[in-house]
């Protein structure tokens, strides 16, 4: 069954502390996408990867970094740097432009 | 730069009323345009996709959207909600250079029974 596995679901994290999200796809997309979802603020591009070895920095890189070493996997990292962690964070892949989304990991600073 | 607008961030209608979506993008060509649905706690769900060729553009979910070049609108329509419905409703158009999509604000549709 193809699709987009986000693991895992939820996420708690002490401050200071670096975390990791993991995004895996089997539907053999080339681009893949990270975006941070907060209440009323709809959803906003952090890091995207047209291919393997290559990604770009969204709208709100910053505290974020993310790696590309293989077509099916696209990891998230939070790191300390980032202020205000606690949000929804959604995984895509797409073809022609159309995205295909992960469940979604719901990470939270404690 | 490319953007989308939806005006409405909250609608309420009753079961078996009729819904309309508001949608309106800024962009540069006759864009893709799209739709996603987002139940509480999920990932986004395709409804619907405009690429070209007719501007009525049915989904899934008994859901249809129509595309208006003059206004710049892409908007969502049910003829009869469902409870199910209820959700967050999201519409899309591909960012500059076409590499990534962004989404409106995003509209929460609550069904009062």
């Known amino acids: 069954d193809g699709g987009i596995t986000q693991s895992p679901k939820y996420l708690f994290r002490k401050e200071g502390q670096n975390v990791t999200l993991s995004c895996e796809q089997n539907?053999?997309?080339?681009?893949m996408y990270w975006y941070r979802q907060d209440p009323g603020q709809g959803l906003r591009l952090i890091y995207y990867?047209?291919?393997?070895?290559?990604?770009q920095k969204g709208d709100i890189a910053e505290g974020y970094s993310v790696s590309r070493e293989k077509k099916e996997s696209f990891p998230l990292t939070v790191t300390s740097a980032q202020k205000n962690p606690t949000a929804f964070y959604l995984c895509?892949?797409?073809?022609?432009?159309?995205?295909?989304f992960g469940q979604g990991t719901r990470l939270t600073v404690v | 730069a490319q953007s989308v607008t939806q005006p409405d961030i909250h609608i309420t209608v009753s079961e078996g009323a009729s819904l309309e979506l508001r949608c309106n993008y800024s962009?540069?060509?006759?864009?893709?345009l799209f739709w996603y649905v987002q139940s509480p706690g999920q990932g986004l769900q395709l409804l619907l996709k405009?690429?070209?060729?007719?501007?009525l553009v049915q989904g899934i979910k008994g859901f249809e959207a129509e595309f208006k070049r003059s206004q710049s609108s892409f908007n969502l329509r049910k003829p009869s909600v469902h409870w199910s419905d209820a959700a967050e409703y999201f519409c899309?158009?591909?960012?500059?250079?076409?590499?990534?999509?962004?989404f409106g604000a995003g509209t929460i549709l609550r069904v009062k029974s």
């Open positions: 895509a892949s797409s073809i022609r432009t159309e995205a295909f």
């Open positions: 539907l053999n997309h080339d681009a």
């Open positions: 990867s047209q291919i393997v070895n290559d990604f």
């Open positions: 962009y540069g060509a006759t864009p893709y």
């Open positions: 405009y690429f070209s060729g007719d501007t």
């Open positions: 899309a158009v591909p960012g500059e250079y076409g590499n990534k999509l962004v």
